[in-house]
């Protein structure tokens, strides 16, 4: 097979086997709030004690992400981003199945070893995203691979609205089926990318020693997070890790928790995650055929369309939720009354927002930092899971008009920020063009 078709081959196997096992991890994380809700509910009917929290988990699981990822560029580097991608995968299996027997103990254990995994899952895919793209094939394939990633919200999602349907509480019966059904997707993509093709890293010296490359891995993060370009994209890759908390399990639970849609909370909540996953595959498709377009106008208006298309969507969450959604079931007082369709509009729109600072952060980040792949993208997920930690522990304590004024406030100064990398990267390409 023709080496560039054996490259974009395994950039969309690998995206399968991502949908896979994100079918199961991300529609989790979205219900595992209303979940643990429920197993509190069912403990106390027994007698029985479960203190456990999904916010608290999400925390935990993004905390140690953050941290791993100081050590998962060593990681990568030492195994290779296939034999990576698949011990990080299993971590989330792990996870999953955890939920089968709820237990605070377990509950907690898992959101830390599935953090660690992550961390590594997510180095080696930008490493092996990197590997197999070109610079004018970067824009195409993270678009590929985004659009292929977010139709697991699709699936996923597709089922739960059906599960739950004329379910006020998640019953231990229609969590078990469920769990069992999410196990074994995600094992199914777990063994899907261990068959991956094998491909040589231009980056690799062949005269270094893989203990050599895992101590020049952690030189470049450190290196990397004192140059004003990458404080920069931190800055913007931070409000993706604020906005993903929003969208992965925030939004989910104040439908699940708005008494005004009545027996249709639950239900609306796999709807909600089906249009969130729809907003993100519209998004990450057009971007990554418009590749060649953004290749010539700049990554900016990309951006700033997504920062508009998100501030519209916190606005017209503001008035259709009520403020104390996030935290408990409410029946609280709105702006205007609390519709449904508008629930739902606004989850597309998370959806079609987040992919388009996503894709636009991945491209520019594969792009810039081609050679130090490992070291940047370890960064990229460590800035972006150490926001979306703070994001869901005070996503437990803040009511949604705060929690929305935080993304406002970020959302502009990540953009402004991104705008300064991109203004400068045109400039000095601009510079490289009219001295040759």
């Not at 791993?68 to 034999?83: D, T």
């Not at 698949?86 to 792990?94: E, I, V």
Request: hydrophobic share 45%; proline share 2%; net charge neutral.
């Amino acid at each position: 097979m023709d080496p560039e078709r054996r490259k974009l081959l395994n950039i969309i196997l690998m995206g399968v086997a991502f949908m896979m096992i994100f079918t199961a991890f991300q529609t989790s994380s979205m219900i595992e709030q209303t979940v643990i809700n429920s197993v509190k509910k069912e403990a106390e009917s027994k007698g029985e004690e479960f203190t456990g929290s999904g916010y608290y988990s999400l925390s935990i699981l993004y905390a140690v992400f953050a941290l791993s990822n100081w050590i998962a560029p060593a990681i990568v580097n030492v195994l290779g981003p296939r034999a990576s991608m698949f011990l990080g995968s299993c971590t989330y299996l792990l996870f999953i199945v955890s939920f089968l027997k709820p237990m605070t103990w377990a509950l907690y254990t898992g959101s830390a070893v599935i953090g660690f995994g992550a961390a590594i899952l997510w180095t080696a895919q930008g490493k092996y995203l990197s590997i197999n793209s070109s610079d004018d094939t970067i824009g195409r394939n993270s678009g590929i691979f985004w659009a292929l990633l977010q139709c697991s919200l699709l699936f996923g999602n597709l089922y739960v609205s059906f599960a739950f349907e004329g379910e006020t509480d998640v019953s231990d019966a229609t969590r078990t089926q469920l769990y069992t059904i999410f196990s074994s997707v995600c094992a199914a993509g777990c063994l899907m990318l261990w068959t991956l093709g094998r491909t040589e890293d231009p980056a690799a010296t062949t005269e270094m020693s893989k203990t050599a490359k895992s101590i020049e891995s952690i030189k470049q993060a450190v290196h990397l997070i004192s140059t004003k370009d990458m404080i920069f994209l931190l800055i913007c890759i931070a409000y993706t890790g604020f906005e993903l908390t929003f969208f992965q399990g925030v939004y989910g639970t104040c439908i699940g928790n708005n008494g005004h849609f009545g027996t249709d909370q639950k239900r609306l909540i796999g709807f909600s995650g089906m249009l969130i996953g729809i907003g993100e595959i519209v998004g990450g498709s057009v971007f990554g055929l418009l590749s060649s377009v953004t290749k010539k106008l700049g990554r900016n208006p990309v951006v700033f369309f997504g920062f508009v298309v998100h501030f519209v969507s916190f606005f017209l969450v503001f008035i259709n939720m009520p403020d104390l959604s996030p935290i408990r079931q409410t029946i609280g007082p709105t702006y205007i009354p609390s519709y449904e369709w508008l629930a739902l509009v606004c989850s597309f729109l998370l959806g079609l927002a987040d992919s388009s600072f996503n894709t636009q952060l991945y491209s520019i980040v594969g792009f810039k930092y081609r050679d130090q792949s490992a070291a940047a993208f370890g960064l990229f997920k460590f800035m972006q899971s150490l926001t979306a930690a703070g994001g869901f522990f005070y996503s437990n304590i803040l009511v949604l008009k705060w929690q929305l004024a935080i993304l406002v406030v970020t959302g502009f100064m990540g953009t402004l920020s991104f705008f300064q990398v991109e203004w400068a990267l045109v400039k000095s390409q601009n510079q490289y063009e009219r001295i040759n």
